[in-house]
Each structure stands twice: as structure tokens, then as C-alpha cells.
């Protein structure tokens, strides 16, 4: 019998679903992605050894430079709980009479990071979040006749608290490594007003200090092994 031949059909595909797709996964990345706010001063934290990765989220930071200026942030874990940086900053405003509008604290809650004394955060406050990066703060006083830092831990963790006491929160504090002993002293010294005793230091997460004891004595690890 004589063969039948069948004819040849394109192989061509139509791109356009998978097009469709792209745009909608990129869409995705570029809504749900968060980046990093610019820092209101640069900090070199020191090395460490630990591999433990801190919780930046339901958390408290301090962060202090190499001249000894102090930072005051907090963030949230879920978007149900972003009710607490404005009951936080309403507690103060009040405590403190610092007569902000809404809209300045509207501000703090989108950008929680502030190092000035009360008497210059309404002023901070009152620029816009976008341009209040660029300006150069003098860092929240923490001396022993004047430690401001210990009302903001304060009121942050009664106002954490208060939202839900079954919430972990995570107390962190981000050093520059050549900070003088002061600074640090300053906000341990705020830490313990508010009686809060566990805390967690930032540092950079690299290898083992070259020359250090412990260096050595994964040196002489390696060596047995081989």
C-alpha cells in the first residue's frame, strides 16, 4: 500500500502568554520588595564570630557613630502592627509637649529613624521623609544629667507592651567600631532605666580576626585534619 504522507504542521509558540506572565512576576518583585533607607550616618560595626542572624522585625535599634551621635528606630513585623510607631510618638508628643501636627506624626511613621534632641524633632519632623535624610542630626542626648534616649525606649516598649504583650521584641544596639566607651555607657545606662537587661549588638558578620586565640585555634584544627 502506498504511504501516506502527512503534512508538516509550524512549531512556532506563542510567546505572548509567557510574556503575560514575565510582566506579572516582575510587577510582583517590584511592589513587594522593600529596600533599605539611606542611613543617617555611617556606622562600621566591629567583626564578630557568631553566626546568629538578629530579628530585625518587632524590634527596637540604637545605633551610635564614630563621634558619638545616637539613633532611634523601631520597625514592625506586620502591617497591623504599624499602629505602634504612632502610638509610640503620640506618647511622647504628649509626655513631652512637644505640640506636633499630625502630619509631622504621620512623618515618624514612615521614617522612624531620628537622632536630635526633643527640642529640634519637631523641626526634623516638619521636613519632608525624602529630603529628611540629607540633614545632618546632632544625635539624641544621652548624658547623665540629660538621657533622652531612655524616654524613647521607654515609651516604645510600654507601647509594645500595650499592643500585645505576648509580642517578642528585640532590643538591638549598632556601634561604630571606633566609638569611644561614653556613647555606649550611655545607652546601656538608658537600657537599664527602663529595666530592660537583654539586648543584642550588631556587628559584622566576617571571619575570625586574623592573630586572635580562636584564629589560631582553628588554624591548628585544620592542620590536625589534613
Known sequence: ???VKLPRKSTATDMTPFVDVAF???SFFMLATKFKPPQPAEITTPRSVSSDMLK???AVLVEFDSTGRV???MSVKKVEDEQVKRKTIERLNKTRNLG???KEITNFERSTVVGVPFNQLKSLLGEP???R???KQSGI???STNNELAEWIGAAKTTFFEHNPDMRVYYMIKGDNEAKYPSFNGIIEAMRKNDQFSYKLVTDPKSVPTGSELYRIREADKARSK
Do not use: R
Open 129 to 131: 521623609v525624602e529630603t
Open 24 to 26: 506579572l512576576i516582575l
Open 1 to 3: 500500500m502506498p504511504s
Open 133 to 135: 535624610n540629607s540633614i
Open 141 to 143: 542626648p544621652t548624658d
Open 56 to 58: 530585625e522585625e518587632n
Open 100 to 102: 506636633l501636627t499630625s
Open 71 to 73: 539613633f532611634f528606630s
